[in-house]
């Protein structure tokens, strides 16, 4: 939705700020310009990237019109399923996560939380750790290292769509003056034209250049700013779910360790300590409490 705004607005300023100055709006349709501007960069992107950087980037362009991350609330319940799980570890021993870990979709303790088992990424990555964790051969600075490595690989993965989109985004000011250059080489074939006729070819080849730089930096290189954002804030649930497994293997109560997951949190989406508190207090039992 605030793509659309955005776009919308850039347009409206472009466009309103010509007109109010007297500009003529069909001086700017130029489609040949487009034709050559679009057709030259889409060329050039399918020539720059394989075929799955290809499927990936088309994937996630709607992602970038909704909405929708992880919220507070979600973060919350994130950390109490985790707290859950290691008071259970604690209480009866790893191996009491066994049935949990290898049917996390029949588990009545994941069943409570429907996000994370809707999110498979981040559910086989918690499945996977805590299957690690009761094996037992494992030490902590291990399995960190572990972890560093698939979040590096799923940050680059996560970053694929944006990069390529960005680097299309850089190509469009230099095909836009390839397209002014081609309505320039095409005036001086007519140089023998009217002065009026002239004049209005060289405002069609300028347009070239106008709708290149206008096209990089009012829409393709935002839209890949805002892909990469997306994929820095879907990495944030799997960092909370490492620092606090982390914890867990050093040591600390699981009290303790669900403050470590909560830290590493972005101030927005951060819960308050009252709020989780409250969110761990609610897993417990009447018996337990």
């Known amino acids: 939705m605030f793509v659309v705004i955005g776009w919308v607005l850039v347009i409206g300023s ?26 030259a960069a889409i060329g050039a992107f399918v020539v720059s990237n394989p075929p799955a950087t290809l499927k990936k980037t088309l994937k996630s362009i709607p992602a970038a019109f909704k909405g929708g991350g992880y919220s507070k609330e979600k973060y919350v319940q994130l950390i109490a399923l985790l707290y859950e799980l290691l008071q259970k570890a604690r209480k009866e021993g790893m191996m009491a996560l066994e049935a949990d870990v290898e049917a996390p979709e029949k588990s009545p303790t994941f069943m409570k939380y429907e996000h994370v088992l809707n999110d498979h990424h981040l559910l086989e990555f918690i499945v996977d750790y805590l299957r690690m ?17 698939e979040l590096e690989t799923h940050h680059a993965e996560a970053s694929v769509a944006s990069g390529a989109i960005q680097k299309m985004a850089d190509g469009l000011p230099a095909f836009g003056i390839v397209a002014a250059v081609m309505g320039v080489v095409h005036t001086m074939g007519s140089v023998g034209a009217a002065p009026a006729v ?10 070239g250049t106008f709708l290149g730089i206008l096209l990089a930096y009012g829409f393709f290189g935002p839209l890949a700013d805002l892909l990469a954002a997306k994929g820095h804030a879907e990495s944030k649930p799997f960092q909370c779910v490492k620092s606090v497994l982390l914890a867990s293997m050093n040591g600390y109560a699981p009290a303790i360790a669900v403050e470590f997951g909560r830290k590493v949190l972005l101030t927005a989406d951060r819960p308050s300590f009252k709020e989780l508190d409250e969110a761990v207090r609610a897993t417990k039992s009447p018996k337990s409490a």
């Open 14 to 39: 472009v466009i309103g700020s010509f007109m109010g100055v007297g500009g003529h709006l069909a001086a700017l349709v130029q489609p040949f310009e487009l034709l050559c501007i679009f057709g």
């Open 133 to 149: 964790m009761s094996s037992g051969n494992v030490n902590a600075l291990e399995m960190q290292d572990l972890m560093d490595e």
């Open 198 to 207: 002239l004049g209005e070819m060289i405002a069609g080849a300028l347009v």
